[in-house]
C-alpha cells in the first residue's frame, strides 16, 4: 500500500486495555508521524519522530505513547488512560524537510 | 504553534464550475503547503504542494496560489468533475531546528453535482 503500511485496518478496545498500532515502511524515509482524525475534524498530531530513538509529542500526545526502534517501524499505543480513543488514526512518513508525507490507510479503533 | 484555518467547511458545485478552497496560517516562518484529497474512508492523497519561494504552481485542472505577505494559501479547481467530491486538506510545515512537521486545516468537504 504505497510502501507504508497499517494494521489492523479495524480494531476493537474494552475499557481499560492498551492496545498497539502497527506502522511500517519500506521508503527509507527518516521521519514519521501519527495523526488523530474524528469526523468533521482535521488531523491532529500525535507523536512524530524525525529519526531513530528520538521522538517528540504532539498537539495531543496524553494517554498515547510510541517508540522508534527501527527506521521502518513507529508502533502507538493507546493507553487506558487515552479517556475517548475512538477515532481514524493515520501514520504518516516523510523522506525530509522539503517533502510532504505518504500515508498509511489507517488504523479506525472503536471502544467496546 | 502553527495554526491553520480553512473554510469553507462545505462546498457544493456543479459539474464544470470552478472551485476555491481558502486557507489563512498564522505562523511566517512556513515555508511549504501542500494540500491532500481524501475519499471516504481512505487515506489522505497528495495532490499538489507549494513552496513560499513561489507565487503560483498549476497541474492540470488544479492550481495553487500562495500570498506570503497575508499568509493565505488557495486551492483552485477548474472544471469540476464528480469524480473531484472528497474532503480537501490543506497544510502548512514549519522547520525549527530538529522539528518539522505539518499542521493540518479542518478539511473543506466537496461535493460536485451533475
Known amino acids: 500500500d504505497g510502501g507504508i503500511t497499517q494494521s489492523p485496518k479495524y480494531l476493537f478496545r474494552k475499557e481499560g486495555q492498551n492496545v498497539t498500532l502497527s506502522c511500517e515502511q519500506n521508503?527509507?524515509?527518516?521521519?514519521m508521524y501519527w495523526y488523530r482524525q474524528d469526523p468533521g475534524q482535521g488531523l491532529r498530531l500525535i507523536y512524530y519522530?524525525?529519526?531513530?530513538?528520538?521522538?517528540q509529542k504532539g498537539d495531543i500526545a496524553e494517554g498515547y505513547s510510541v517508540s522508534r526502534e527501527k527506521k521502518e517501524s513507529f508502533p502507538l499505543t493507546v493507553t487506558s488512560a487515552q479517556k475517548n480513543p475512538t477515532a481514524f488514526y493515520l501514520c504518516?512518513?516523510?523522506?525530509?524537510?522539503?517533502?510532504?508525507?505518504?500515508f498509511g490507510s489507517g488504523t479506525r479503533l472503536t471502544v467496546v | 504553534g502553527e495554526n491553520v484555518e480553512q473554510h469553507p467547511s462545505t462546498l457544493s458545485v456543479q459539474e464544470g464550475d470552478s472551485a476555491v478552497i481558502k486557507c489563512t496560517y498564522s505562523d511566517s516562518a512556513s515555508n511549504y503547503f501542500p494540500w491532500y484529497k481524501q475519499e471516504l474512508g481512505k487515506r489522505p492523497q497528495l495532490i499538489i504542494d507549494?513552496?513560499?519561494?513561489?507565487g503560483e504552481k498549476k497541474d492540470q485542472r488544479i492550481a495553487v496560489t500562495l500570498n506570503k505577505t497575508a499568509k493565505h494559501f488557495s486551492l483552485h479547481i477548474t472544471e469540476t468533475q464528480p469524480e473531484d467530491s472528497a474532503v480537501y486538506f490543506c497544510?502548512?510545515?514549519?522547520?525549527?531546528?530538529?522539528?518539522?512537521?505539518?499542521?493540518f486545516g479542518t478539511g473543506t468537504r466537496l461535493q460536485v453535482t451533475l
Open positions: 497544510a502548512a510545515r514549519i522547520n525549527t531546528g530538529t522539528a518539522s512537521k505539518l499542521t
Open positions: 504518516a512518513s516523510s523522506r525530509d524537510s522539503l517533502y510532504g508525507y505518504t
Open positions: 507549494i513552496r513560499s519561494n513561489v
Open positions: 521508503l527509507n524515509h527518516d521521519a
Open positions: 519522530s524525525q529519526i531513530v530513538n528520538d521522538f
